[in-house]
């Protein structure tokens, strides 16, 4: 049963600092992980999407990479902004049913 | 702009009053599927489509049924809701196959009294 765990739970850092969100998954055996940002009460917005294959990924001031064999993914984030507060989810699809398994999330407070 | 649509965002209502939440997607994505989201226990899927007119259970389907009559539509019915179904919901869609990432609505609010 794949299980993924998000590392730390909370982070509150002052504006400009350089961070890095932790998941890990159990079974190394995943096609791809997703990271979406996800703000109080709303919707998941998908940030990036690594394949397997791939080692990192990269969207404007956020860089993720993925080793498979260790099953850790990280999600850094350069030169954070107060609108980087969010919750950060990390996610892998299992092959029955396509269902997405969700870490519980990092708590992200940028303060300026 | 490609998105995934969910109504409402809000509802309030009570118990025993059937109601439909709508999602819809212009990606002509195959796949679609319902999560709830709440405190402590993550998100969870509900059910799941993976093509028109073919659905499946997932992790907590009791209490709600879906149906996939076109490939851009998939409705959440409560026929009954109760107030442990009170929660956040979203709808996602993909297409087929492992290659490709989720797309998720903003979410519908939906409180139980």
């Known amino acids: 049963k794949q299980e993924v765990t998000q590392i730390p739970a909370a982070l509150s850092v002052p504006e400009g600092e350089n961070l890095v969100l932790n998941c890990s998954f159990t079974?190394?055996?995943?096609?791809?992980l997703q990271w979406f940002r996800q703000d109080p009460g709303k919707g998941l917005t998908s940030l990036l999407l690594i394949q397997s294959s791939q080692r990192e990924q990269t969207s404007g001031r956020l860089n993720a990479s993925l080793d498979k064999s260790s099953g850790r993914s990280t999600l850094y984030i350069a030169a954070s902004q107060p609108g980087d507060s969010a919750t950060y989810l990390c996610a892998v699809p299992m092959e029955y049913g396509n269902k997405l398994v969700f870490g519980a999330g990092t708590i992200l407070r940028v303060k300026s | 702009e490609a998105q995934v649509t969910q109504n409402p965002r809000y509802l309030i209502t009570v118990t025993g009053k059937k109601l439909t939440v709508t999602c819809s997607q212009n990606m002509n994505h195959e796949y679609m599927s319902w999560y709830r989201q709440d405190p402590g226990l993550g998100l969870r899927q509900i059910y799941y489509s993976m093509n028109v007119e073919v659905t499946d259970k997932g992790d907590v389907p009791e209490g709600y049924k879906v149906s996939r009559k076109e490939k851009r539509n998939f409705p959440l019915i409560l026929e009954s809701p109760s107030p442990n179904q009170t929660s956040l919901y979203f709808c996602a869609s993909s297409r087929t196959g492992y290659n490709y990432g989720y797309t998720f609505g903003s979410g519908t609010r939906l409180t139980v009294v």
């Open positions: 079974d190394s055996a995943i096609y791809n």
